[in-house]
């Protein structure tokens, strides 16, 4: 299994203003994913993270908006940009486990933009 | 792209009771369909998952079904109790990168004393 630390685990931020998330996986994993999942809806994939590569966005989600880092296997961040309220959502952080099996998630960072 | 539809959105049950949730995909070429439970406050917890080529998988008191055909699978829950209360989302995803899912809206169940 892969435990998941994300940081932080909830904000309140003024619109306009940009927040990063940190996810640390404590293994090395070369997936790593994240979600977006509005209040009391499904989990919606942002965009897929590789070491050593651009991530790849879903449709509907640009970079400019949720510049995405991915320095090593352990670790990746995600920027919410020029926030506005419609940003307010939960961001979670996805991972497989070394043998492609399974896919685990972090607690999530609850973000609120006011 | 994908599209997971989930159904029902929410499912009430006595306790000891079974409980079914049902969803279907469209794109043929998935072939890993994971079901996850997530709790108040926390991440989605994998609680059982099934591949391509297989029909169906038990684990205690949980089972998924699997229709390639007709391109649906569902979750079963035997014997509920309080502690199956929560939100179950069923997902699908393709290839080899079975961490890129797609997810149905999701299933509140409740299970009553």
């Known amino acids: 299994s892969a435990v998941i630390s994300q940081k932080p685990s909830r904000d309140i931020c003024q619109r306009g203003t940009s927040l990063t998330i940190q996810c640390q996986v404590d293994?090395?994993?070369?997936?790593m994913f994240w979600y977006r999942q509005q209040p009391g809806q499904s989990l919606t994939l942002i965009a897929t993270a590789n070491q050593g590569s651009e991530a790849t966005y879903e449709s509907g989600f640009v970079i400019d908006k949720f510049p995405i880092s991915r320095p090593n296997l352990t670790f990746s961040t995600l920027t919410v940009s020029n926030m506005s309220p419609e940003d307010s959502s939960i961001y979670l952080c996805?991972?497989?486990?070394?043998?492609?099996?399974?896919?685990?998630f972090g607690q999530g960072t609850r973000l609120t933009v006011v | 792209g994908e599209n997971v539809e989930q159904h029902p959105s929410t499912l009430s049950v006595q306790e000891g009771d079974s409980a079914v949730i049902k969803c279907t995909y469209s794109d043929s070429a998935s072939n890993y369909f994971p079901w996850y439970k997530q709790e108040l406050g926390k991440g989605p917890q994998l609680i059982i998952d099934?591949?391509?080529?297989?029909g169906e998988k038990k684990d205690q008191r949980i089972a998924v079904t699997l229709n390639k055909t007709a391109k649906h699978f569902s979750l079963h829950i035997t014997e509920t109790q309080p502690e199956d209360s929560a939100v179950y989302f069923c997902a699908a995803s393709r290839g080899s990168t079975l961490g890129r899912l797609y997810f149905g809206r999701g299933t509140q169940l409740t299970v009553w004393p």
């Open positions: 099934i591949r391509s080529n297989v």
């Open positions: 293994s090395q994993v070369t997936m």
């Open positions: 996805s991972v497989e486990d070394g043998r492609g099996t399974e896919a685990f």
